[in-house]
């Protein structure tokens, strides 16, 4: 046997497969987020895009991207090749890294804490869901 071959048999490259699991793990979040933002603008539970939003609605947000954030790093830890809370822990560095620079291009708008949290919420979650993975093994 060649080790091509046994590459494929194993599910390819650590390096392909680790970049896979942080892939992976980061579009569910994106995905999820987006998705429900969007239905939330649809059904009138958000107002209209480029509108202002209430302190509710952000909590909701937030409320469910913690859990988009957890589910996405439980991904990345599930499917990485090995040092699953690693890979948990670079998506969560990822999310922090984004949403800073998100909270700076959205200053202007208003509603900072929303912004902060967001931020602030990201390596958190990705702990947790490294550790879900870690703890249940599944």
């Known amino acids: 046997m060649s080790v091509e071959t046994v590459e494929i048999r194993r599910g390819g490259s650590p390096t392909l497969r680790s970049t896979g699991a942080l892939v992976l793990g980061f579009v569910t979040v994106v995905a999820l987020s987006v998705g429900t933002d969007q239905l939330c603008h649809s059904l009138g539970i958000y107002p209209p895009w480029g509108e202002p939003m209430e302190t509710a609605q952000y ?10 954030a957890v589910l996405g790093s439980y991904i990345a830890a599930r499917l990485a090749p090995t040092r699953p809370m690693l890979h948990a822990m670079i998506l969560g560095a990822i999310g922090f890294v984004l949403s800073v620079a998100g909270a700076a291009a959205t200053w202007h708008m208003g509603d900072h804490w929303y912004a902060i949290a967001v931020a602030l919420t990201s390596l958190p979650c990705a702990w947790a869901g490294g550790a879900l993975f870690t703890r249940t093994g599944k």
């Open 59 to 68: 909590v909701l947000a937030l409320a469910y991207r913690v859990v988009y």
